[in-house]
Nanobody, 122 residues
Framework: QVQVKESGGGLVQAGGSLRLSCEAS????????IAWYRQTPGQSRVEREM??????????KYGDFVNGRFTISRTGDKNTVSLQMSNRNPADTAGYYC?????????????WGQGTQVTVSS
């Protein structure tokens, strides 16, 4: 079994910063990729856009809209990923969802977290 736990959402003023965390747990033997996606109220689940992702080897990628404002990183516990978001603007208001792609002794799994709401006030 693979579980995903997200934390860190909330309300922030425009220009402020917020940090999200995502922890993958279970009988994980390798992290393939952990990524953050976001979904606005008008979007469906399949329309979620990638915010940032980090592979097991540490390679990162970001959505075009990030423009250097966010940083994704693995923490000391390598099954946990942090997303540091700075210089937020109201367009960043969305539900943020963590997606984990991991390998266990029984196979490869892709799991979504429940999501955490981020609201940026103007």
């Amino acid at each position: 079994q693979v579980q995903v736990k997200e934390s860190g959402g909330g309300l922030v003023q425009a220009g402020g910063s917020l940090r999200l965390s995502c922890e993958a747990s279970g009988t994980i033997v390798a992290i393939n990729e952990i990524a953050w996606y976001r979904q606005t109220p008008g979007q469906s689940r399949v329309e979620r856009e990638m915010v940032a992702a980090i592979t097991g080897s540490g390679s990162t990628k970001y959505g075009d809209f990030v423009n250097g404002r966010f940083t994704i990183s693995r923490t000391g516990d390598k099954n946990t990923v942090s997303l540091q978001m700075s210089n937020r603007n109201p367009a960043d208001t969305a539900g943020y969802y963590c997606n984990v792609d991991v390998s266990t002794e029984t196979g490869r799994y892709n799991r979504w977290g429940q999501g955490t709401q981020v609201t940026v006030s103007s």
